[in-house]
């Protein structure tokens, strides 16, 4: 016997805002039943675990243990631009002049995550 990951959780002060700030990020909807206010709110991948925001009372206050890494269907910049737009700020640049690396990046409440370069920058490079 085994287990299977049913949601990866994360804790926050605001479940609902934090997950639809994730659902933009991800293009996908919140669970239906979900509304602002809820203590939990959930975003709805198409296969896997559930993104699973839980509401606590306590702010983030050090670096993330475990973060998500994006990998974009555009380019790495025009993700990074599109992110930063939607509340996202930049923690980290780690990309570097022969394209390869990353950006780290922090939604609103402070949560770093990755974002790669696209499929098709990786085979051009």
């Known amino acids: 016997m085994v ?3 049913q949601n990866v959780a994360i804790d926050c002060v605001d479940a609902y ?3 639809r700030f994730w659902s933009e990020v991800l293009g996908r909807p919140l669970h239906p039943e979900d509304e602002p206010g809820d203590p939990e709110t959930d975003v709805m991948l198409p296969e896997g675990p559930l993104l699973h925001f839980n509401q606590v009372p306590e702010p983030k206050t050090a670096k993330n243990r475990i973060h998500l890494c994006l990998r974009p269907e555009t380019s790495r910049e025009e993700e ?3 992110l930063l ?3 996202a700020t930049l923690v980290a640049d ?3 002049d022969d394209g390869a690396g ?3 990046l922090a939604d609103p409440e402070g949560n770093e995550f990755c974002v790669l370069r696209s499929a098709a920058e990786r085979a051009d490079g």
């Open 102 to 104: 990353w950006a780290v």
């Open 94 to 96: 780690r990309r570097k």
């Open 17 to 19: 805002r934090l997950a």
């Open 80 to 82: 990074v631009a599109r």
């Open 85 to 87: 737009g939607l509340g």
């Open 3 to 5: 287990s299977v990951v």
